[in-house]
């Protein structure tokens, strides 16, 4: 069992930068893939960034590549996301998530994957 704390989140604006941070607790950490995914009104969960198991290679989806970074440490059980240059598109509440070893047959990129899931921090991007 995981359980995800995210924070981090706030108000900036156009061209700012923030830093989300994903505190873990359980038991291997480094086994899981974890993720930041996340949802704006009236629109899909969408990914963002993933790390995946133990070595932690970073994927980013197009919107947010070379603007964003994630990043783990697994010695602190935790996954952050910077967050630069920022757009008012990228207003919405961001989720961390893990996926346990079982459920590498999902992948790293579908949500559904994913089996354990942070309460949610809002980031809002004011134009």
């Known amino acids: 069992q995981v359980h995800l704390v995210e924070s981090g989140g706030g108000l900036v604006q156009t061209g700012g930068s923030l830093r989300l941070s994903c505190a873990a607790s359980?038991?291997?950490?480094?086994?899981?893939?974890m993720a930041w995914f996340r949802q704006a009104p009236g629109l899909e969960r969408e990914r963002v960034a993933t790390?995946?198991?133990?070595?932690?290679?970073?994927f980013y989806a197009d919107s947010v590549k070379g603007r964003f970074t994630i990043s783990r440490d697994n010695a602190k059980n935790t996954v952050d996301l910077e967050m630069n240059s920022l757009r008012p598109e990228d207003t919405a509440v961001y989720y961390c998530?893990?996926?346990?070893?079982?459920?590498?047959?999902?992948?790293?990129?579908?949500?559904?994957?994913?089996?354990?899931w942070g309460q949610g921090t809002q980031v809002t991007v004011s134009s």
């Open positions: 359980g038991p291997n950490f480094s086994s899981y893939a």
């Open positions: 998530a893990a996926l346990s070893p079982a459920r590498r047959g999902y992948g790293l990129f579908r949500a559904e994957g994913y089996d354990y």
């Open positions: 790390s995946s198991w133990k070595n932690g290679i970073p």
